[in-house]
């Protein structure tokens, strides 16, 4: 994807790449920092859909939407690296091997939308975040980051925190 004409933009934490409906012009890539893609549930219930750091493609699946599903919002100050949509498509046309890698990646990027969606389905924040833990192989993000875990288990941060204070 070298050959493809980026453009490169910087955003502080807090700003907004895209928003919901927005028309999808440009493929982004996370070269310095985070972007979460979150959608309001009615309730007013952030949910986390994506969390993408340095080197991961914002919401890849809207390459072949029209509009997009969801916001994107820097959680630090970050740098982003974007292509345009049909220019994208042009070089996946020309090149197999980078759509054999675009699919491969689209095939992970499903992985993880059915873990988040059976998450989801479990009852208890302890459930949630117990199949979290196995599923990243890894320990709680640091304090700091609770916020945006309780947004990806899809509960809220009160109720992440009394349940860590349970498991302590």
């Known amino acids: 994807m070298v050959n493809l004409p980026w453009r490169h933009d910087s955003l502080e934490q807090g700003q907004t790449l895209f928003r919901r409906k927005d028309p999808v012009l440009?493929?982004?890539r996370v070269e310095e920092g985070e972007i979460h893609l979150v959608r309001y549930q009615k309730s007013g219930q952030a949910l986390t859909l994506q969390r993408a750091n340095r080197q991961a493609v914002v919401a890849d699946a809207s390459l072949f939407a029209k509009e997009y599903h969801c916001d994107a919002m820097?959680?630090?100050?970050t740098v982003v690296s974007s292509v345009r949509v049909?220019?994208?498509k042009d070089f996946l046309r020309a090149n197999s091997e980078a759509s054999l890698s675009?699919?491969?990646?689209?095939?992970?990027?499903?992985?993880d939308a059915r873990f988040r969606a059976e998450l989801i389905s479990l009852r208890t924040v302890d459930e949630r975040l117990s199949a979290w833990i196995d599923w990243h192989q890894s320990d709680l993000p640091q304090k700091g980051q609770w916020r945006s875990l309780a947004e990806e288990?899809?509960?809220?941060?009160?109720?992440?925190?009394r349940t860590l204070?349970?498991?302590?």
Not at 153 to 161: I, M, Q
Not at 165 to 168: N, Q, T, V
């Open 26 to 28: 440009r493929m982004f």
């Open 74 to 77: 820097a959680q630090v100050d």
């Open 86 to 88: 049909p220019e994208f």
């Open 102 to 111: 675009w699919m491969i990646h689209l095939g992970r990027t499903a992985q």
């Open 153 to 161: 288990l899809g509960v809220s941060s009160e109720a992440l925190y």
């Open 165 to 168: 204070a349970k498991r302590r």
